[in-house]
């Protein structure tokens, strides 16, 4: 799975609650089995891991048919609101959790507690932050699907060369390590190489988990206010500033896109990503290392991706109790395992051994992960704040248009004005 957008909960906010799921009839029953309709973005290298799932599943038992649809995550954020106003939504579907807010606000799914009551699920082998992501006035209202935090890659070999023999411990230490790899040519940028990408769209959000380590952020964890504006975020956007504006460690108002091609490319010593990427840069033949995002000065943060499974409001009872199947099975112990040696990602489970997984080394390591959290979780507006707010300002800062102290007080406004 690759990036995701974050829905406009303005659209979501403004659809009614009255959803219905697709299905041979109302119920979904057809020939004595119940189907349920299954949309999700798997349309990476991880497509074919979820269609084996799913196979799997269908073939275990004869009272449900899961009927899945994997179309990019852009089209789904498109054609999923108008789907279910024309009640042609599916029964379930697979959506990242910084987009549960503007549809759980609006009614449209059903809370999913049968599944962890009786339904096979237990929480407590599960990831906490997508069980909480999910919860809303004391129910849950979605099911783990897949989650990871982003790890630090580094490659093997630039660190070799700059006498480097380790993974960085500490922030002040990747920041030491990215100006020891950086190698700034000005006459010809495509020969630059940069010590410690720092995309800032389009990826994991860096910028974030910066602030986060130093005591700053982009929201209180209560939600009640802006920290971009605190001596904290100023700190430390300035001090990352420097380094790309003085000492050339990552281009300015880079994607993640870009981000990961110059890492393939060898000409990176260090991004933050997710399991995702390991593919194409073993593809590309990087000899890399993981390792946790180190701590910063006040605590040891990384951006948590959860990808979430819902349940329609109007799902029948029939279809309610065959998703509760459903959930029980994708989340078992041998789906889970399966899962996290054929993508990297790290199983949800957390029963799982570490032993199940030495197949593949990126699933362990990224297991590994420490600090996980969610951005902007539970804010209606998170795409405004970050698409409006957040991102230009930080291009702003890198791009030499003004400095930390003059461009984040007023971005913490506007992000007030928007909480």
């Excluded at 906010?13 to 041979?24: D, N, S």
């Excluded at 430390?236 to 990552?250: M, P, V």
């Amino acid at each position: 799975m690759k990036r995701r957008s974050l829905l406009l909960a303005a659209a979501a906010t403004a659809l009614a609650p009255a959803v219905a799921a697709c299905g041979k009839d109302d119920s979904g029953q057809s020939g004595g089995k119940t189907t349920i309709t299954f949309w999700n973005g798997f349309t990476d290298a991880d497509r074919p891991v979820v269609e084996e799932i799913v196979r799997r599943f269908n073939s275990s038992q004869s009272e449900v048919v899961v009927d899945m649809t994997i179309q990019p995550w852009d089209t789904i954020n498109q054609s999923l609101l108008s789907a279910y106003a024309a009640k042609k939504g599916p029964t379930i579907v697979g959506l990242p959790a910084e987009q549960f807010t503007g549809y759980v606000t609006a009614g449209v799914w059903a809370d999913v507690e049968q599944a962890y009551s009786g339904g096979g699920l237990d929480p407590a082998t599960l990831p906490k932050a997508s069980i909480d992501a999910t919860t809303y006035k004391g129910k849950r209202y979605g099911v783990p699907m897949s989650a990871a935090a982003g790890m630090l890659y580094y490659n093997k070999a630039l660190f070799t060369k700059a006498g480097l023999t380790a993974a960085p411990t500490s922030m002040a230490q990747v920041g030491e390590y990215a100006v020891k790899l950086s190698n700034h040519s000005a006459g010809d940028e495509t020969k630059s190489q940069y010590g410690f990408l720092l995309p800032d769209h389009g990826a994991l959000p860096h910028w974030a988990v910066l602030w986060w380590a130093d005591g700053g952020g982009v929201v209180a964890e209560d939600n009640s206010r802006s920290l971009l504006g605190d001596p904290a975020s100023i700190a430390t956007a300035q001090y990352w500033t420097d380094l790309i504006a003085n000492k050339h460690i990552s281009p300015a108002g880079v994607s993640g896109v870009d981000a990961d091609n110059l890492f393939a490319a060898g000409r990176a010593g260090m991004v933050i990503n997710g399991p995702w990427s390991s593919g194409a840069f073993t593809k590309a033949g990087i000899d890399f290392g993981i390792a946790p995002v180190p701590p910063g000065s006040a605590t040891q943060a990384a951006a948590a991706i959860s990808v979430n499974m819902q349940l329609a409001a109007n799902a029948s009872d029939a279809q309610k109790e065959a998703a509760t199947k459903f959930f029980a099975f994708w989340n078992n112990t041998e789906s889970q395992t399966y899962w996290a040696v054929k993508t990297g990602y790290p199983p949800n489970r957390t029963d799982v051994p570490a032993s199940a997984l030495a197949e593949n080394p990126t699933s362990a390591g990224f297991s590994a992960a420490k600090g996980a959290r969610l951005y902007l979780a539970g804010l209606a507006k998170a795409s405004q704040i970050d698409t409006d707010v957040v991102v230009p300002t930080v291009q702003k800062m890198t791009q030499g248009k003004g400095t930390a102290a003059q461009l984040l007080p007023d971005a913490a406004k506007q992000i007030d004005a928007l909480l």
